[in-house]
C-alpha cells in the first residue's frame, strides 16, 4: 500500500533535500526566463526566484529556517565564489594598473555615498535606529554586509535582504542611468555597478561584458574591505544626530 | 575540478583564520581573494583548472544570493511597517551610488589624459 501524500509531505518538509532542490529549480526556471527575454535586465533572475521560493514556501506554510536548512549549502558557496573573484581580477591587472587613479578616486566617492546615503534618507523617512543601522552595509556582499550589520548592532539577516534588493535594483537600472549619462567605457560601467550592487550587479555585468565584470569583481572586492573599515567607524556619528 | 575547489576553500579558510585571530574588520573571504590576487601575481596566473572551475562557480553567482534573498519573509512585519523609508534609501541610494562613482571615474579619467597629450 502506498503511503498516504501527507506523510510524504512530512518526511519532505523536514529533510534538507527539497530546500536545496527547489532553490536549484527556481533559479533554472527563472534563469530561463531571463534567457528568453533576452537578458532583459527587468527579469532579474534573483528576483523571480526569490518571489517563487517566497510563494511557494507561504503557500505549503513552510517556515524559513526549514528551507534554509537545505538552502545553506547553495548560500555556503558564496565564501569560495568570493575568493574566486581573484581571477577575472588578475587577468583585467594591466587595465586596473592604467586605471589607477580613477579606481582609487572612484572607490572612496562610491563607498562613502552607498554607505551615507542609505541611512540618512531612511532617517529621513523615518526609518527605526535598528533599521537605518542594518541600512549602512547594502551595498557590499551579503556574507561582508551580514558580518558589519552584526558588528555594529544592525539585523543581520535584514541586511541580507536589503542588500539582495540593492543588488537588484543596480542590475536592473544601471544600463538605463548609464545609457542615460552616455557613459560607454566598460571598464567604468562595470566598477560603478559593483560599488553600488556588489554581486548581483557583478552576476549582471559578467553577463552583459567580460570587461566589465572584471571591473564589477574588482570594486566589489575593494568596497567590501572599504566598508567593513568605514561603518564601524562612522556608525556612532550615524545614529547619533 | 576537486583540486581548484580544494584550493578556493583553503584560501577562504585562511582569510577566516586570519581574520579571527587578527580581529580584523574585513571579511575571512575577502581576504581571502586578496591573498588568491597576490599568489596568482607571483605565479604569474592561474592554472587552467582553476581558471574554468572559477569560471563555472562565478557563471551562476547570481544563484548563490536566492537562499539570503528568500531571507525577506521573515522581515515582512517590519519592511510592512518601514517600506516606503526602505524602498526610498534603497532606490535613491543606488542609483545616486552609480552615478557619483562613474562620473568621478570618467572626470579623473578625462583629467589624467588630458596631463598625457599636454
Known amino acids: 500500500m502506498t503511503p498516504p501524500i501527507s506523510e510524504l509531505w512530512v518526511y519532505l518538509s523536514a529533510s534538507p533535500l527539497l530546500g536545496l532542490t527547489i532553490t536549484l529549480l527556481a533559479y533554472q526556471a527563472a534563469f530561463w526566463l531571463y534567457q528568453r527575454s533576452g537578458a532583459n535586465p527587468l527579469a532579474n533572475p534573483v528576483l523571480i526566484a526569490v518571489s517563487m521560493l517566497v510563494l511557494f514556501l507561504w503557500l505549503t506554510s513552510t517556515r524559513y529556517e526549514t528551507y534554509f536548512a537545505g538552502a545553506q549549502f547553495v548560500h555556503f ?52 535606529p535598528s533599521t537605518q543601522l542594518s541600512l549602512a552595509p547594502k551595498s557590499v556582499t551579503t556574507p561582508i554586509a551580514m558580518g558589519i550589520a552584526e558588528r555594529i548592532g544592525g539585523i543581520p539577516s535584514l541586511t541580507a535582504v536589503l542588500v539582495i534588493v540593492t543588488g537588484i535594483i543596480g542590475a536592473v537600472g544601471a544600463r538605463y542611468i548609464f545609457d542615460a549619462l552616455k557613459l560607454r567605457d566598460p571598464a567604468i560601467r562595470g566598477f560603478a555597478i559593483g560599488i553600488a550592487s556588489h554581486g548581483i550587479g557583478t552576476a549582471r555585468a559578467f553577463q552583459v561584458n567580460e570587461q566589465s565584470g572584471a571591473f564589477a569583481a574588482l570594486a566589489m572586492g575593494l568596497n567590501g574591505a572599504l566598508t567593513a573599515l568605514l561603518v564601524p567607524l562612522l556608525a556612532g556619528w550615524l545614529t547619533a544626530g | 575540478m576537486i583540486s581548484a575547489l580544494s584550493l578556493l ?14 580581529d580584523l574588520p574585513v571579511p575571512g573571504p575577502v581576504i581571502g581573494m586578496l591573498l588568491l590576487f597576490v ?48 524602498l526610498l534609501a534603497l532606490l535613491i541610494s543606488t542609483v545616486v551610488t552609480l552615478v557619483v562613482t562613474a562620473l568621478v571615474m570618467k572626470y579623473c579619467q578625462r583629467r589624467a589624459t588630458e596631463e598625457e597629450s599636454a
Do not use: C, K, N
Not at chain 1, 104 to 113: D, F, H, N
Not at chain 2, 59 to 75: D, N, R, Y
Open chain 1, 77 to 128: 558557496l558564496l565564501g569560495p565564489a568570493t575568493v574566486a573573484l581573484a581571477i577575472p581580477l588578475y587577468q583585467q591587472i594591466r587595465r586596473v594598473r592604467a586605471m589607477l587613479l580613477p579606481v582609487i578616486v572612484g572607490l572612496l566617492a562610491g563607498s562613502l555615498t552607498a554607505i551615507l546615503s542609505a541611512v540618512l534618507i531612511g532617517r529621513l523617512f523615518g526609518a527605526s
Open chain 2, 39 to 86: 599568489a596568482l601575481a607571483l605565479r604569474g596566473g592561474p592554472g587552467e583548472e582553476l581558471r574554468t572551475t572559477s569560471q563555472t562557480l562565478l557563471q551562476h553567482l547570481s544563484l548563490l544570493f536566492v537562499p539570503a534573498g528568500t531571507g525577506i519573509m521573515v522581515h515582512l512585519h517590519r519592511v510592512a511597517d518601514e517600506w516606503l523609508a526602505l
Open chain 2, 9 to 22: 576553500l583553503l584560501f577562504q579558510l585562511t582569510g577566516e583564520v586570519l581574520a579571527r585571530y587578527f
